[in-house]
């Protein structure tokens, strides 16, 4: 993909100023920039499953929120599943100590496995956090190209399938 970004554009075509970037809604000359921004937002309301910025109900807020540089706190995204750290019971008057011990063993692994996988997941989650983050920037120059984006997730899905298989 190649864009032209030698060009400067002005002006508002969209009313809504959720899924606008701060240039054009403070109408200063903007670029294709403006779609990265508006792509983490939708990215936002994907992984949050609620609207960006959802506390303010009038154009206007929104944009004082935006003029202020405020975003969305990412919710969702940070909780993952934690096992379960109660052992299993122990029956004293049961003669199956071994048995037990193998069990809790095998409990024990299953803890281990799962807290891994909810460590895994939780790293993910902060490295895609991250990337919208820089995509969201107030400032069009620090938002990452298209290109980027596009490895990123690309890799973030590649891995995701290789995990899960």
């Not at 939708?42 to 929120?65: C, G, H, N, T, V």
């Amino acid at each position: 993909i190649q864009f032209n970004t030698n060009y400067k554009l002005r002006g508002r075509v969209v009313e809504n100023p959720r899924w606008l970037a701060p240039e054009i809604i403070f109408n200063y000359n903007y670029n294709e920039a403006v779609d990265i921004y508006s792509l983490a937002v939708i990215f936002y309301e994907l992984l949050e499953r609620k609207l960006f910025l959802p506390q303010y109900k009038f154009d206007s807020e929104i944009e004082d929120a935006l003029f202020r540089n405020e975003r969305p706190l990412f919710y969702h995204t940070y909780q993952f599943h934690q096992p379960k750290t109660g052992a299993a019971d122990d029956d004293d008057n049961n003669n199956n100590n071994n048995n037990n011990n193998n069990n809790n063993n095998d409990l024990n692994k299953k803890k281990m496995k799962e807290q891994l996988e909810g460590d895994k997941r939780k790293k993910y989650e902060r490295e895609v956090v991250h990337m919208i983050e820089r995509c969201w920037s107030q400032k069009p120059s620090n938002r990452p190209p298209i290109q980027e984006i596009v490895q990123f997730f690309h890799s973030k899905f590649n891995s995701f399938l290789s995990n899960t298989g």
